[in-house]
């Protein structure tokens, strides 16, 4: 297309060339930017259009100077370093239209915005529209991002000397034991279906033979495997799940 008079001074080809790199070099700078910026700010979604905001701003910094690198080698004529807060600024108001139209959708459908209910697999609907106990003892929490509920908790697993926590919004690594993480569940209830594995009641949705092993399905079709020593366990968690239902 051609926008800021870029359709005058390229050719098509070039312009495919030039338009392609600054998208690369912009959401590189500008994506990264944000992301470490959100770690900054709580997870609402005002501090999410702000910590957008912010990280746009910084990003496109250096994503300019790309941009003007790329027009020196393709013009063959050096940009002027005084342009540079002009096209800063264009650089600025693409990317924060574009941060803002992804924190409005992640918003909105990660996390059940404006009173709607969460984009959820199908087996979690009635899961979390069971929740009628608030678990408030459940200190796994202080590990997880802010905004993270004890019904969006699915499973833990050890990998190496870190232990991967997936929720429902994603999964985290803890440098920590796995007997660390069991002390903090509180009131969350799960079992133990491996060594080096635990799955919520909340999100077991069944268990099925897979040739020789056991695999417990939860929430998304995700799949943990059950080793035979915890077989009876996890048999009896989906028991006491189904007979709650």
């Keep these: 297309m051609g926008p800021f008079g870029t359709f005058y001074s390229y050719p098509l080809a070039d312009r495919v060339i030039f338009w392609a790199l600054a998208i690369i070099a912009g959401t590189a700078c500008i994506g990264t930017s944000v992301v470490l910026t959100l770690r900054f700010f709580e997870d609402t979604l005002k501090a999410r259009f702000i910590s957008a905001a912010i990280g746009t701003a910084l990003g496109s910094a250096p994503a300019t100077f790309i941009i003007m690198i790329i027009s020196d080698q393709m013009d063959?004529?050096?940009?002027?370093?005084?342009?540079?807060?002009?096209?800063?600024?264009?650089?600025?108001?693409?990317?924060?239209?574009i941060?803002?139209?992804?924190?409005?959708?992640?918003?909105?459908?990660?996390l059940g915005a404006f009173?709607?209910?969460?984009?959820?697999?199908?087996?979690?609907?009635q899961t979390v529209a069971s929740e009628q106990v608030k678990l408030e003892n459940v200190p796994l929490l202080k590990l997880l991002p802010n905004g993270t509920r004890p019904c969006q908790i699915m499973s833990f697993s050890m990998q190496d000397h870190y232990v991967e926590i997936v929720t429902m919004n994603g999964s985290t690594l803890h440098l920590m034991r796995f007997?660390?993480?069991m002390d903090k569940l509180g009131d969350l209830r799960g079992e133990r279906v491996h060594r080096s594995h635990w799955v919520s009641l909340r999100h077991l949705i069944d268990?099925?033979?897979?040739?020789?092993?056991?695999?417990?399905?939860?929430?998304?079709?995700?799949?943990?495997?059950?080793?035979?020593?915890?077989?009876?366990k996890a048999q009896n968690l989906l028991n006491e799940k189904n007979a709650a239902q």
């Design 179 to 181: 007997n660390d993480v």
């Design 115 to 125: 009173g709607k209910a969460s984009k959820r697999p199908p087996n979690a609907i």
């Design 207 to 232: 268990i099925k033979k897979d040739g020789r092993r056991h695999l417990a399905i939860l929430t998304g079709d995700q799949t943990v495997p059950i080793s035979s020593s915890y077989l009876d």
């Design 99 to 110: 941060s803002c139209v992804h924190v409005v959708t992640d918003y909105v459908f990660n």
């Design 76 to 97: 063959d004529v050096s940009v002027p370093l005084n342009t540079f807060s002009s096209l800063w600024a264009s650089v600025v108001l693409i990317g924060l239209l």
